[in-house]
Every structure is written in structure tokens, then in C-alpha cells.
């Protein structure tokens, strides 16, 4: 599986921005896709993530309310909409996949597949 990420830019605190991940290749084995983030000196970590036929989906608590995945499986895309953006959002976003499902929390090692990062500045 292949994964294009695009969307990333600077925005400034409370504004919005809608990250784009596509799929090619063997989509199938694109179960679950998510989002994780990693800014400089921390840990990659889960932002959200969408199961199979977009009826299961799960979000880090800290973006809960304000971030929102969504699946396109007829164009094997997965979109995660960012509102109300902090200065602590800022990180490069990859996006991910995963042939199997998920429940519960997400980890980057539940992932095999990764797209390139894009990257999203919040200003203050």
C-alpha cells in the first residue's frame, strides 16, 4: 500500500485545515487508516483512526471535539478535519494503514504501512 498525505500548511490558533490521505496499490490491505503526529523531541503519536467501513473510529483525547476522520472507500481516501487548531497541533501528520481492524487505543507498531509526514504549524 502506498499512501499520498497532503493538506498540511500554516494556519493560525482557531482556524481549521483538512489533511487528505490516498491509497494505491493493495487497498485491501488498508483495514484501518489513522493519523499520528510527531513534533520535534517527542514520540509519534496516535491522532485518530477509522476501521473498516467507517462505522469505528477513534481519536486521541486531546483533539476530541475538535478533529474529525472520515473515509471515502469507492476512492480509498480517508480525510481527517482539524477545527479550532491550538499551537500545540503543531507536528508533521502521517498518515497510516493497517490490514487489520483496531479497537481501543492505536499504536504507531499497529501500522505497517506510512505515508510520507505533512506538516501542520499553529500560530499563536
Known amino acids: 500500500v502506498q499512501l499520498q498525505a497532503s493538506g498540511g500548511g500554516l494556519v493560525r490558533a482557531g482556524g481549521s485545515l483538512r489533511l487528505s490521505c490516498a491509497a494505491s496499490?493493495?487497498?485491501?490491505?488498508?483495514?484501518?487508516m489513522g493519523w499520528f503526529r510527531q513534533s520535534p523531541g517527542k514520540e509519534r503519536e496516535f491522532v485518530a483512526y477509522?476501521?473498516?467501513?467507517?462505522?469505528?473510529?477513534n481519536y486521541h483525547d486531546s483533539v476530541k471535539g475538535r478533529f474529525a476522520i472520515s473515509g471515502d472507500n469507492a476512492r480509498n481516501t480517508v480525510s481527517l478535519q482539524m477545527n479550532s487548531l491550538k499551537p500545540e497541533d503543531t507536528a508533521v501528520y502521517y498518515c497510516?494503514?493497517?490490514?487489520?481492524?483496531?479497537?481501543?487505543?492505536?499504536?504507531?507498531?499497529?501500522?505497517?504501512?506510512w505515508g510520507q509526514g505533512t506538516l501542520v504549524t499553529v500560530s499563536s
Open positions: 496499490g493493495r487497498t485491501d490491505d488498508a483495514y484501518t
Open positions: 477509522i476501521s473498516g467501513n467507517s462505522d469505528n473510529t
Open positions: 497510516a494503514a493497517s490490514r487489520w481492524p483496531i479497537s481501543g487505543w492505536a499504536h504507531a507498531r499497529d501500522f505497517l504501512y
